[in-house]
């Protein structure tokens, strides 16, 4: 199973954990790389950007014309799936191959039980592709 061989067995320490999620980054200060930015903060951060704009930014025949190339008529559902796709725009962030781009971060991630396969290289753009 992927998950299990880049995240850990549930039994051991990976899943196990509650708190595991909140140590994969998504930035990181390259003078001090133990201040990072949690990664699912970054993509609630951005959901709720795209969120705001729709509600606050955008004219209302805007909105209305995106909703009918969307193939919706309601603004409401088309602003919420922009915000989700918005935020799931860094997904791929989360694999092994970006995570291992900062070493003290994948030093942390280790002890949770994520595993870095030798040899998996792939840009997050590309993982996000897959993924979304």
């Known amino acids: 199973m992927v998950m299990d061989s880049v995240f850990g067995s549930p039994a051991g320490n990976g899943l196990g954990s509650t708190t595991w999620p909140l140590e994969l ?12 930015h949690a990664l699912i903060c ?12 729709w509600h606050l930014v955008f004219p ?11 193939g919706s ?12 796709l918005s935020g799931l725009h860094d997904i791929g962030k989360c694999s092994p191959a970006f ?9 942390v991630l280790l002890q949770h039980g994520f595993r870095f396969p030798h040899g998996v290289s792939a840009h997050h753009g590309r993982v996000t592709a897959k993924v979304i």
């Not at 980054?25 to 990072?36: C, L, R």
């Not at 970054?42 to 704009?53: F, G, R, S, T």
């Not at 995570?99 to 030093?107: G, P, T």
Request: with cysteine; glycine share 2%.
């Open 60 to 70: 209302s025949e805007t909105k209305r014309r995106i909703s009918l190339m969307a």
């Open 42 to 53: 970054h993509l609630i951060d951005v959901a709720a950007v795209a969120d705001a704009l």
């Open 25 to 36: 980054w998504a930035k990181t200060n390259p003078s001090e790389p133990s201040q990072y």
């Open 99 to 107: 995570q291992k781009k900062s070493r003290q971060r994948q030093k």
């Open 73 to 84: 008529a309601s603004c409401d559902a088309v602003g919420t799936w922009i915000a989700f």
